[in-house]
């Protein structure tokens, strides 16, 4: 079992940044995938970003390229989310995701083998 903690969440204004963080128990897969999700009231859940742990690659949604950087220290069994130029758009429940690197990018989210965190909110005012 993996167990994800997230961290970092809160209120700020349009404009401000966050960074999020998600710790790891352990890693169980020989090749993992790390991503971040969102969930704002009344929407569906949304790939934010994505890092392998293995090459580090990444992956952006489209709506947050450029205002988001998904790093990881791999010693702290840890993978951040810096988010820049927040906008009320960005009010959501973000969820940290753990999974096998079998999967593409925000595969992730559908398959069962995914382990989840318990979620840190964040709202950003106008």
């Known amino acids: 079992q993996v167990q994800l903690v997230e961290s970092g969440g809160g209120s700020v204004q349009a404009g401000g940044s966050l960074r999020l963080s998600c710790t790891a128990s352990r890693y169980s897969y020989s090749s993992s995938l790390l991503a971040w999700f969102r969930q704002a009231p009344g929407k569906e859940r949304e790939g934010v970003a994505a890092i392998y742990r293995r090459s580090s690659n990444t992956y952006y949604a489209s709506s947050v390229k450029g205002r988001v950087t998904i790093s990881q220290d791999i010693a702290k069994n840890t993978v951040y989310l810096q988010m820049n130029s927040l906008t009320p758009e960005d009010t959501a429940m973000y969820y940290c995701?753990?999974?096998?690197?079998?999967?593409?990018?925000?595969?992730?989210?559908?398959?069962?083998?995914?382990?989840w965190g318990q979620g840190t909110h964040v709202t950003v005012s106008s």
């Open positions: 995701a753990y999974g096998n690197a079998i999967y593409r990018g925000f595969d992730l989210m559908s398959k069962d083998d995914t382990y």
